[in-house]
């Protein structure tokens, strides 16, 4: 069950890492985003459809989000289960932080990737009254912009960044861990290590776009 | 000093239990914790109340018998053994509450007494090179570098408390399984049992009712015998290798 | 029938050890293990065997017998049989491997344990002890204990207590811990093979004996509160010592001699209780609160000085500022060739004298001072911290003082006991079937134990001898079933069962502590590290009064049916006062000085323990015969065919 959450988890570090390579194709101009975005969907073509590849890409991460809630579930309850009398007094350390950051941060996130979803991928919404559905068009790059020059959605995608961020930190040394790769105190501080500097990496990756765009340096 | 107790007090397996104050007043800041339940217990049976039970024996850190949640903390908040923690580590007029190691595979038996028979079934399942009394080869036989010697001795030093176990949020007892498997494993006596001791072990936590590891690292934070974290990852890695072998 | 002895005991006839085959001391062994009658294998199951005590020597009894195939029932009164208080040991363990190249054999193993007993141990056990040892060893490193080593990869040794050459194995300053968890690990493989059924948190209450063998205990489940009958073909005792009679020692809380004082009163001789042993480096008692008291390994010794000031009136003023030539260093003064490292006796004497003259420092006054100020200047901080690291940290933990800043202070305490019950060379004790090992026995160390030898015994009993001397007598086996309804039986639970009820019924004043701690301060002030007749004969009268008001004063709350601790300690500290009036009858009688037994009469001119042979060159095992009637005091006769008897000198 770890080992599932591990490994799906880490499917979703490499995606998050390249959906940000992606977002900071933003810096690139409309042309660069844009056509980025459509390579995506011709990617593998002709062995595969228009679009093939993004399925495939899209189940399989489909399955992981199922796979690593299934998991964390199945771990939040067995934790219940083994404890069902609590502790009235609870020490106030980073272990509990860090516990309760995993799962209502898990849970905050995926509430978050539907949002996002509907945002940017199913339903394509335009929140910003100030540009017109037409100027939008059919450019991810329009939407995008226009989305962040809304402050609050901003606010909001940030606040989503550092509940990513905490997930991450904890979550990639963690993969790490149950991978069986920190077995000696060394190796477990080079995880940790590489599990903040992953969370950075991503929260800032993935905050300069919408910060540019607020801005104003990115129209 | 003045000390006062928000004890946990439940008669038996069954019963229900609840937090029960206390006061004393003479508290010397050389006593031991357990010393100082000592002193409260003989003030409740001069007032004819029942003593609070709790479990310790060799009261100098090595049996693994005693073991108190004191102020949401295993052992308090001293890295070492309830037994070994001293008055001198509060203050005057604090308020202590003490409650026993919680997790479900731990039932109270009474009061701060829990059953921690679980982690000797788990040892019992694998925890252990299988060697008969007379069938061990020249000690000198076999040379242990002695990289591998102290890192087997570090993880050996396992008391079996149960600390890790209360201090985890998911009750798991990874620590413990992940300490003995270390230990075994870091020597050429516990190679042949490797593999196969991993998956044993494991399995009797699970059905023992234990959580499972979410590398939270409050386990390691408690131990007494400061068993480091990375024990878990040499666990996980030798279970993969066992999973590998189809075990 | 005889006439009684100074008012408190008779003697009855000679007892003698019948089992060990004469001859060569090194063939003796190799004889009794040839001679003892062995079991089909396919009989093994079908005999079964009570373990009481799950220790080094109870463990590994345990396995070993549940490895052979026997029907092995085990019983400890803690939650888990890792707990039992072999794990506390620090030091090591011996063994004649002379992997050092330095001399070292059996013999000289068996010679210095005899020498080191002061000549009151039996040969052909001592030797037989020194010859398993180096099997130890191999036994232990096969299941994974992790001794320390060197660099090549070979097991490290070092010289522990004063002794000549390095045959001292260990594992940091916890070798007891992981020979114990050894053994337990090998327990409870054999609990998941179904040989061994382990029954923690059981207590043993009484000995059953039928038709003259021991065939089963009554026990208490000290959970639900039940009493249970558990019958078998024989009874091992591997209960430990009763040092935690004296209610502060370095034994664990729940110590007791309950199964063995049992035993007594069913028939089993207790041999030599006044041997007991004080170990020198101890955390010295901090106030009235004082629950137990710790060990600080004897290795602080090599490289710390003791010393007390000269000037009783300095005994208040912080140790740093009093200046050299106002230290006396008494040891190092007296005894010049071994300085800081006599045996353990005589260095707890001296602090005894140094504390009586005045000169004890810390809170009342019982303490003197081990200072490592030289050690940190000529090896660096690193170098100690390196030795001792963990004694320090630990020292700091409990005083609260810093020991690289300030001399550490230390005191004398108890902290094993020599004596026990009476075997014969097959462990087997005056009960047929009731076989002893480990430290409840009193067979190996004589009147005083050797540093690293308490582990060496349990082991050696418990996996090598234990084994394959019960095999002779479960030959015979298996025994007639025994009913419930069997008067013994039931005569046992009964007994119980009233104890247990006059306990709780009893409704006194005092609690069970209190009683304890009282008992203790007697032993202490009287039957401690100098012994007196005039001393001993007031322990004995208040030894009585104490009993006679406990049965009638102590408080018990609660109920049987529950976890019910004081219930539990209650009935270990009536045994405890009934085990100290003997006791000090035994050290009253033996008017002689040897080994931890000192009487103050029976001293040289400096002051050092004077010997008796003419008169007290044998073991006393004294025979129970009623709770107010004088014991009954059988000598076996010390013979010494391999070691000549000397005086041992330190100076």
């Known amino acids: 069950m770890k080992l599932l959450m591990a490994l799906t988890g880490s499917l979703f570090v490499l995606f998050v890492l390249m959906h940000m390579y992606g977002n900071l194709k933003v810096f690139a101009g409309q042309e660069a985003f844009d056509s980025y975005a459509h390579h995506l969907r011709t990617l593998g073509e002709p062995i595969l459809p228009y679009s093939g590849f993004l399925w495939i890409f899209r189940i399989v991460l489909v399955l992981s989000v199922i796979g690593h809630a299934y998991s964390a579930f199945y771990l939040w309850s067995k934790a219940h289960n083994a404890r069902s009398t609590r502790y009235a007094v609870r020490a106030a350390g980073a272990a509990a932080w860090r516990t309760q950051t995993m799962r209502w941060g898990g849970v905050a996130l995926i509430a978050f990737l539907t949002w996002h979803l509907m945002h940017f991928t199913t339903n394509k919404i335009n929140v910003n009254s100030a540009v017109s559905d037409a100027t939008i068009g059919d450019s991810p790059y329009q939407l995008v912009v226009a989305s962040f020059q809304v402050w609050w959605i901003t606010v909001f995608y940030l606040a989503a960044l550092v509940a990513v961020g905490l997930h991450l930190q904890h979550g990639v040394w963690s993969a790490v861990q149950t991978l069986g790769w920190a077995g000696t105190p060394g190796a477990r501080r080079i995880s940790q290590l590489l599990g903040n500097a992953v969370a950075l990496v991503v929260s800032i990756g993935f905050a300069l776009p919408p910060l540019f765009i607020m801005f104003g340096f990115v129209k | 000093m003045k000390i006062n107790l928000k004890i946990w007090r439940q008669a038996g397996p069954n019963a229900t239990g609840k937090l029960v104050t206390y006061r004393l007043d003479d508290v010397s800041p050389d006593m031991s914790f357990l010393e100082m339940l000592d002193v409260l217990n003989e003030q409740l049976i001069a007032k004819g109340e029942e003593p609070v039970e709790f479990d310790s024996d060799c009261r100098e850190g090595i049996c693994g018998m005693c073991g108190l949640v004191i102020n949401g903390e295993p052992h308090g908040p001293r890295v070492t053994t309830t037994c070994q923690l001293h008055m001198r ?14 997790a479900d595979p731990f039932p109270v038996l009474r009061d701060l007494v829990v059953d921690r028979s679980p982690l000797d079934r788990i040892i019992a399942a694998g925890g252990f090179i299988s060697v008969s009394t007379g069938a061990a080869p020249e000690a000198h036989a076999t040379p242990v570098p002695k990289k591998n010697a102290d890192r087997a001795f570090d993880t050996a030093a396992c008391i079996g408390c149960g600390a890790c176990v209360a201090a985890c949020p998911n009750a798991a007892a990874m620590l413990f399984i992940g300490a003995k498997v270390t230990h075994l494993g870091e020597l050429p006596q516990g190679q042949p049992e490797r593999a196969a001791r991993i998956v044993k072990m494991l399995n009797q936590h699970d059905a023992e009712g234990f959580g499972g590891c979410t590398n939270v690292g409050a386990c390691a934070d408690a131990c007494p015998k400061s068993i480091p974290f990375d024990v878990i990852s040499q666990l996980n890695k030798d279970l993969r290798t066992s999973l590998v072998r189809g075990l | 029938m005889v006439d009684v002895i100074d008012g408190l005991y008779r003697e009855g006839t000679p007892i003698k050890d019948t089992k060990a085959p004469g001859g060569p001391i090194d063939k003796r062994w190799e ?68 992997y050092k190249e330095d001399g070292d054999s059996v013999f000289r193993l068996f010679y210095d344990t005899v020498k080191g007993g002061d000549y009151r141990a039996r040969e052909s056990n001592v030797y037989r002890l020194a010859e398993v040892s180096a099997s130890i060893i191999d036994q232990c490193v096969a299941q994974g204990v992790p001794f320390a080593r060197e660099y090549s990869g070979l097991l490290d040794n070092r010289s522990f207590g004063g002794v000549q050459v390095s045959r001292t194995f260990y594992a940091r300053g916890q070798t007891g811990q992981q020979l114990l968890i050894g053994a337990y690990q090998a327990l409870q493989r054999q609990v998941a093979a179904g040989t061994v059924q382990m029954n923690s948190r059981h207590e043993m209450l009484e000995l059953i004996v039928v038709d003259g063998r021991a065939r089963g205990i009554v026990t208490r489940d000290m959970v639900t509160g039940e009493i249970e009958t558990h019958l078998a073909d024989a009874v091992v005792l591997a209960t430990g010592g009763y040092a935690n009679l004296f209610f502060l020692s370095t034994n ?126 000529r090896f660096g901080r690193k170098t100690v911290e390196e030795r001792y690291g963990n004694l320090f940290d630990m020292y700091q933990q409990i005083t609260g003082d810093n020991p690289y800043e300030t001399p550490m202070r230390i005191y004398p305490a108890v902290h094993y006991t020599m004596g026990g019950l009476w075997v014969d060379y097959d462990l087997q004790s005056t009960i047929p079937g009731l076989f002893v090992a480990g430290e409840a026995n009193f067979s190996d160390h004589g009147a005083n134990r050797l540093g690293a030898s308490a582990l060496m015994q349990g082991l050696a009993d418990g996996y090598f001898v234990l084994p394959n001397t019960i095999r002779d007598y479960l030959a015979a086996g298996p025994f007639p079933e025994v009913p419930d309804s069997a008067p013994a039986v039931v005569e046992a639970r009964e007994a119980v069962q009233q104890r247990i009820d006059h306990f709780l019924s009893t409704k006194g004043t005092r609690s069970v502590d209190s009683f304890h701690r009282e008992l203790g301060q007697i032993l202490w002030e009287y039957c401690g590290m100098e012994r007196t007749e005039a001393g001993l004969t007031k322990a004995v009268e208040q030894i009585r009064a104490l009993r006679a008001d406990y049965w009638k004063n102590v408080r018990v709350l609660g109920g049987n049916e529950q976890v019910n601790q004081s219930l539990e300690k209650a009935g270990r500290v009536a045994d405890f006062m009934e085990l100290a009036e003997l006791m000090c009858i035994d050290a009253l009688h033996r008017r002689e000085s040897c080994g931890g037994h000192f009487r103050a009469e029976s001293q040289t001119e400096d002051g050092e323990a004077l010997r008796d042979d003419e008169a007290f060159a044998y073991a006393a095992a004294w025979e129970f015969s009623g709770p107010d009637a004088p014991p009954v005091l059988h000598k076996e006769e010390l013979v010494y065919e391999f070691v000549e008897m000397k005086q041992r000198s330190y100076k």
């Open chain 2, 89 to 102: 580590s509060f203050k005057d007029c604090d308020t202590i509450t003490i409650e026993p190691l919680r």
């Open chain 3, 31 to 98: 004889t009794r293990k040839f001679e003892a009658k062995l079991v089909n294998p396919a009989n093994r199951r079908k005999l079964s065997v009570i373990v009481v005590g799950t220790g080094l020597a109870g463990g590994a009894a345990c396995a070993t017998l549940g490895e052979a195939g026997y029907n092995v029932k085990a019983f400890c009164y803690q939650d888990s049989p890792r707990r039992a208080h072999s794990i506390a040991a620090q030091g090591g363990i011996n063994a004649a491997k002379n």
């Open chain 3, 252 to 377: 664990a809380m729940g110590c007791n001699a309950t199964a063995t004082w049992r035993a007594h009163r069913k028939g089993a001789y207790f041999g030599n209780p006044c041997f007991t042993q004080i170990h020198p480096t101890c955390i010295p008692v901090s106030g009235d609160h004082q629950s137990k008291l710790t060990l600080m390994s004897e290795s602080l010794r090599n490289d710390g000085r003791i010393w007390v000031p000269k000037d009783p009136a300095d005994r208040e003023k912080d140790p740093r500022t009093i200046p050299e030539q106002d230290r006396d260093y008494y040891l190092e003064r007296i005894y010049p060739s071994f300085g800081n490292l006599v045996p353990r006796d005589i260095a707890s004497r001296a602090a005894k004298y140094q504390c009586d003259a005045g000169k004890g420092v810390g809170p009342g006054g019982r303490g003197v001072y081990l200072d490592f100020a030289d050690a940190i200047a």
